[in-house]
């Protein structure tokens, strides 16, 4: 980061990082802990500043053998889609570029939300979901995977005001 005095009155303060380095929910964690800091500098007030921990990279690193072999065991058998299939749907059912767009009901909304708290799950498993049976039906498959990013944090107060990069893709 760089701070710079811009006048008598006032300053610039400019944050520059590599996506590699923080991820999205960290940034927000680090500018409020920075505003926090540089305000009681501005104060002249005494801050505690805490100690970083690590243990949940022990824990992801113990776990990781057995994610991969989880992997290679459920994807033993698996065979690519024909990406040249999906181009050749979508010229035949949309001849020019086309934007579709359908907005939900707010009835719907409030049941993919109540389902969602009901089950465990977010709103956005169910979009996922939906993408996927999209995917299925234009592949005419019942066996699909395709990726998506993952916070990689679980609901514990340490991870979710941890800063650093979690992410992690399926």
């Not at 520059?16 to 991820?23: A, Q, R, V, Y």
């Not at 053998?65 to 994807?75: A, I, N």
């Not at 939300?113 to 999209?134: D, E, H, R």
Request: net charge neutral; hydrophobic share 45%; with cysteine.
């Amino acid at each position: 980061f760089y701070l710079a005095k811009v006048s008598d009155k006032k300053w610039m303060f400019l944050l520059s990082h590599h996506h590699l380095i923080l991820d999205g929910w960290s940034q927000s964690i680090l500018l409020k802990e920075l505003t926090f800091i540089l305000n009681a500098l501005i104060q002249d007030i005494d801050i505690q500043l805490n100690r970083a921990v690590g243990p949940h990279f022990t824990q992801h690193q113990n776990e990781k053998t057995l994610d991969v072999e989880f992997w290679k065991k459920l994807l033993d058998n698996w065979q690519p889609i024909d990406i040249a299939r999906l181009q050749s749907i979508i010229k035949s059912e949309i001849n020019e570029a086309t934007r579709i767009t359908h907005k939900l009901s707010s009835g719907i909304t409030k049941s993919i939300v109540n389902f969602s708290q009901n089950n465990g799950i977010t709103p956005n498993a169910i979009a996922n979901l939906a993408w996927g049976c999209t995917l299925a039906k234009w592949f005419g498959t019942n066996d699909l995977c395709f990726g998506l990013t993952l916070a990689g944090r679980n609901s514990s107060s340490e991870a979710l005001n941890a800063v650093g990069m979690f992410v992690n893709t399926l």
